[in-house]
């Protein structure tokens, strides 16, 4: 019972991302990520959303993930901003059918590899398609990634810690 509700939660928090990345977007715009680079507001729920995504097959499965997917197309070309919804939906759907692509061969030379790999795959597909869809211009390809990049490592680092915890309290 309690990996059943693991994967609900994981699966409900990947698909939370959807409409959080688009609202984002829709009401603060581009913000600053570091090094002095902009990027759309979605950015760091599009990088969480690759690492649910990840833990979502864990704890709930291929087909769980594939239908969370397609949700997330829908949502994601529903609840965007009309302007950006066919961006939003396609980048979507490319980035994390890729990431899934790439994760699945990975999961056995462990969570963290895939993770990183995967993610570094899906975070510049969705970049390169939503910025090419829906500005018709590369011009925050830097911020783009690099505000993907620090929410993956940020997510990474916790489950790190978390897995570290856990091993110190069954040892």
């Not at 959080?20 to 829709?26: D, F, K, R």
Request: glycine share 8%; proline share 4%.
């Amino acid at each position: 019972m309690k990996v059943v509700r693991a994967g609900s939660v994981t699966l409900l928090a990947y698909i939370a991302t959807i409409p959080a990345a688009n609202l984002a977007v829709t009401h603060f715009g581009v913000v600053p990520v570091g090094f002095g680079y902009p990027a759309p507001a979605g950015v760091y729920m599009v990088g969480l959303a690759l690492v649910l995504r990840d833990l979502s097959r864990e704890a709930a499965g291929r087909a769980a993930v594939l239908v969370a997917i397609a949700v997330g197309v829908v949502l994601s070309y529903l609840l965007a901003d009309p302007d950006l919804a066919m961006a939003s939906a396609v980048a979507f759907a490319v980035a994390e059918l890729a990431d899934f692509a790439v994760y699945e061969p990975l999961r056995q030379r462990g969570l963290i590899v895939a993770m990183l790999v995967s993610n570094a795959v899906g975070l510049l597909c969705d970049s390169l398609l939503f910025l090419e869809l829906a500005f018709g211009s590369l011009d925050y390809l830097p911020g783009q990634i690099l505000g993907k990049v620090w929410m993956t490592l940020a997510a990474v680092a916790v489950l790190a810690l978390y897995r570290r915890r856990a091993r110190r309290a069954t040892a």
